[in-house]
């Protein structure tokens, strides 16, 4: 219980304060802007579109604030979710990717392999895990992995 109440305390940051003022319905994508700054990405979505904001420090949660066709902020999603992974299919191409996980956390090239990969970090039941994805040269994903995020340290 004692872990589950940590747990919940270190999730109580200032994203949580940011998030609190703004309001489903209400809040225009102005509002979203002003509180949340310029978002990495913009992606079209039925309805209305996603402003996209990796959040700071360890970029642990990249959420997706969600603006219908009348500019107003419809609520927004944690794009790094196992459920989101799940999604992803083989040969989708960098733009897919990027526009359904935000930026990555890291990108490492390995040239003997003429691959390149991708990692987000996340937080999985409270775990840090990352989540990998892996393109060939023609910059088609060819596998993906989640992997345990202990031995890394900070933002590579």
């Keep these: 219980m004692l872990a589950l109440l940590s747990l919940l305390a270190c999730g109580r940051n200032y994203e949580d304060e940011r998030l609190s003022r703004l309001t489903e319905g209400e809040s225009t994508e102005q509002d979203v802007r002003k509180i949340f700054g310029t978002p990495s990405a913009v992606r079209d979505m039925p309805g209305g579109k996603g402003l996209i904001y ?3 420090p360890k970029k642990m949660h990249t959420l997706l604030m969600k603006i219908d ?3 107003k902020y419809q609520g927004r999603e944690d794009l790094l979710t196992r459920t989101n992974f799940a999604r992803f299919r083989q040969g989708m191409n960098k733009v ?3 526009a359904m996980f935000g930026q ?3 990108s490492e090239k390995h040239p003997s392999k003429q691959q390149t990969a991708w990692e987000w970090r996340f937080l999985d039941a409270g775990n840090p895990k990352v989540f990998i994805v892996t393109f060939d040269l023609r910059g088609r994903a060819v596998s993906s ?3 345990d995020d202990s ?3 900070g933002d590579r």
């Design 54 to 56: 990796p959040l700071a």
């Design 69 to 71: 066709a009348a500019g």
């Design 96 to 98: 897919d990717v990027l």
């Design 104 to 106: 990555p956390t890291r």
């Design 145 to 147: 992995a989640i992997e």
């Design 151 to 153: 031995g890394r340290t």
